[in-house]
């Protein structure tokens, strides 16, 4: 059963920062591309990161030069590191990951359960 489960978020003030971690476990063949998700109480969820299997990143305009999206493909980890955090920031993070299960011709998404982030000004 593969399950991702997100740590790291918390209560920080303006301009702190956070690092955020994503666990993939279970039975896992490998995994592509990993994401950073968000969403803020009555507004849509929005990618805020992307890495691919190979470290290539992409970013939300809005956070391009404060967060960092990392992983550690021996762990099956990925992280993301948040500078300079904005109240605009706060908002429920969610990891997913694309994976391929041993026996499957093709991978899906899987999803963590989120964690919160709470920026105060």
């Known amino acids: 059963q593969v399950q991702l489960v997100e740590s790291g978020g918390g209560l920080v003030q303006a301009g702190g920062s956070l690092r955020l971690s994503c666990a993939a476990s279970g039975g896992i063949f490998s995994i592509n591309a990993m994401d950073w998700y968000r969403q803020a109480p009555g507004k849509q969820r929005e990618l805020v990161a992307s890495?691919?299997?190979?470290?290539?990143?992409n970013y939300a305009d809005s956070v391009k030069g404060r967060f960092a999206i990392s992983r550690d493909n021996a762990k099956n980890t990925m992280y993301l590191q948040m500078n300079s955090l904005k109240p605009e920031d706060t908002a429920a993070y969610f990891c997913n990951a694309r994976i391929l299960i041993p026996g499957s011709l093709f991978p899906r998404d899987y999803w963590g359960q989120g964690t919160q982030v709470t920026v105060s000004s």
């Open positions: 890495i691919t299997s190979g470290g290539i990143t």
